[in-house]
């Protein structure tokens, strides 16, 4: 059952970006009508895709959340990097048209117009995305969301969209009409490599990557502190939306009997649990003469 914290704070962050994109794309549009940039205009695409991937992030997220079922006995957090890909594709697809428009237009460059209405309205812009990407990262740091941290990614590209053309339209009043042209092919080229990233990580994820090694150091350190646990071998974890999947074996005396290996094993499940309350553990248990005979003969664990 997913813990209500987690699904408050994933459920805010794609909301408050849906509404975020939403009025990002009212106020670009407006400043591409009036100063006729097509680095404007690029941001402007950017934030039509923003409200395309935020919207599927909520949908996203609320099916991810849904408890294990008979067909989904696993949960269905494999949605979360499904939804990654799935904006690397909304990503690619902006960086492709952003590198068209910027050729066009380095290629026949036009002077500007109400470029001081433009700078205004991307200054508005940065702020607004980087007070959410603020929360991004802050509900990112809380629950580890797949979903949420790829559109924090996204949305860190946005502020540093908007910076570049404060910049270009800094650089057309000063009589550098070209600057416009060639900024929106930088950020398109940035554009398309985060699409890359995005999509690598979100595939690994699919490919059930393991949880990184510091995680997997603390289940080490949590499940040897437990008396009675002689050793760990065989480790292997996963990810899937919020639930890290952690099984492994635990090396025991050989003489405890049934009831207290069992009673062991429990401890070590319940300390990972309280470190990790989202986490499905599951443990075999090894007589430790038998996994010494393993190693002799040769057995690598």
């Excluded at 509404?19 to 950017?46: E, F, N, P």
């Excluded at 902006?94 to 433009?118: A, C, E, H, M, N």
């Excluded at 990810?239 to 099984?247: L, M």
């Amino acid at each position: 059952m997913a813990d209500n914290n987690y699904v408050k704070l994933v459920h805010s962050a794609s909301l408050m970006a849906t509404l975020v994109a939403l009025l990002l794309l009212i106020i670009k549009s407006a400043a591409y009508w009036l100063t006729g940039a097509v680095s404007i205009l690029a941001s402007q695409v950017d934030s039509l895709m923003d409200i395309g991937m935020s919207l599927v992030n909520v949908f996203a997220v609320r099916y991810a959340l849904r408890p294990p079922d008979n067909e989904h006995r696993f949960g269905h957090g494999k949605v979360e990097p499904i939804a990654g890909l799935v904006q690397a594709g909304f990503i690619g697809g902006t960086g492709i048209i952003l590198f068209y428009t910027g050729v066009g237009s380095l290629w026949s460059p036009k002077p500007l117009t109400s470029t001081s209405v433009g700078i205004i309205v991307m200054i508005i812009s940065t702020v607004a995305t980087a007070l959410l990407v603020g929360y991004q990262m802050y509900v990112v740091k809380k629950t580890n969301n797949q979903v949420i941290h790829a559109d924090s990614l996204h949305y860190c590209i946005d502020i540093l969209m908007n910076l570049a053309v404060i910049v270009a339209l800094v650089l057309d009043r000063w009589g550098w009409s070209w600057a416009d042209g060639a900024f929106t092919i930088a950020i398109a080229a940035y554009v398309l490599h985060s699409a890359w990233r995005i999509g690598f990580d979100a595939f690994q994820h699919l490919l059930d990557r393991e949880l990184d090694d510091s995680t997997k150091a603390a289940i080490r350190e949590i499940a040897l502190g437990v008396d009675g646990v002689a050793g760990l071998h065989d480790m292997r974890t996963r990810q899937a939306g919020q639930i890290k999947f952690i099984q492994f074996h635990i090396e025991l005396a050989d003489d405890l009997s049934l009831i207290n290996a069992h009673s062991i094993s429990m401890q070590v499940e319940h300390k990972l649990q309280a470190r990790w309350p989202e986490a499905d553990v599951i443990i075999h248990l090894d007589p430790l003469s038998i996994v010494e005979q393993e190693v002799k003969s040769g057995y690598h664990f």
